[in-house]
Nanobody
């Protein structure tokens, strides 16, 4: 079983930055692919970034060039550095993990479903 706990959300003005963290526990065999997704109430979920066990990353077009996903394996922590934030980035951000991924691109991992999810952390961007 994998447990994921996000932190680092908050409110910031447009153009600012935030770094989200996701503390992970449980076997690494059950989280061979990890990523971040976001959801706005009443709208669909959007996968935004993934990272595989070798450190390879993939991003949704909406955040490419602004967000960076990374991990510290010694701390079992996943990060999402968010720069040049925009009002449309306002959402609940979730950390997720896949135990048996078909692949670890944003499209593959999130379209076919992640196995484990955190409770989320709210990010609010003021214009």
């Amino acid at each position: 079983e994998v447990q994921l706990v996000e932190s680092g959300g908050g409110s910031v003005q447009a153009g600012g930055s935030l770094r989200l963290s996701c503390a992970a526990s449980g076997s690494t065999l059950d989280r061979s692919c990890m990523g971040w997704a976001r959801r706005v109430p009443g709208k669909g979920r959007e996968g935004i970034a993934t990272i595989n066990s070798n450190g390879g990353t993939n991003y949704a077009e909406s955040v490419k060039g602004r967000f960076t996903i990374s991990q510290d394996n010694t701390k079992n922590t996943l990060y999402l550095q968010m720069n040049n934030l925009k009002p449309e980035d306002t959402a609940m951000y979730y950390c997720a993990a896949d135990s048996a991924p078909l692949g670890c691109s944003v499209r593959i991992a999130f379209n076919f479903g992640m196995d484990y999810w955190g409770k989320g952390t709210q990010v609010t961007i003021s214009p």
